[in-house]
Nanobody
Framework: VQLQASGGGLVQAGDSLRLSCAASARSFGGYVMGWFRQAPGKQREFVAGVTSAGSTKLADSVKARFTISRDNAKNTMYLQMNSLKAEDTAVYYC?????????????????WGQGTQVTVSS
């Protein structure tokens, strides 16, 4: 499975961005998809995940501001990020795992995209 993340950029606090993750998998619907992020000097952390059926889980720090979704027909996952804050600045990675529920541990995701930089200026 190859994953391609896109949509990052430089924005101001309070702005919105939508990240996309395109997957090459024929059986995209068989994978749980997730977004993780890593800020400089920090460990990679879970942001959001979505099952093939559309069940979602988001980190408490983004729950009120971010929305995760997927379009199985387009083999694509999205992360809508609203009310961005400086602390959201990080490289955002998409990941896939052949499981049937969202998990927050990055070690259990088998496939990773290359990352897209999100920078929020305050």
């Amino acid at each position: 499975v190859q994953l391609q993340a896109s949509g990052g950029g430089l924005v101001q606090a309070g702005d919105s961005l939508r990240l996309s993750c395109a997957a090459s998998a024929r059986s995209f619907g068989g994978y749980v998809m997730g977004w993780f992020r890593q800020a400089p000097g920090k460990q990679r952390e879970f942001v959001a995940g979505v099952t093939s059926a559309g069940s979602t889980k988001l980190a408490d720090s983004v729950k009120a501001r971010f929305t995760i979704s997927r379009d199985n027909a387009k083999n694509t996952m999205y992360l809508q990020m609203n009310s961005l804050k400086a602390e959201d600045t990080a490289v955002y990675y998409c990941a896939a795992a052949r499981i049937n529920r969202v998990i927050v541990s990055s070690t259990l995701y088998e496939y990773w995209g290359q990352g897209t930089q999100v920078t929020v200026s305050s």
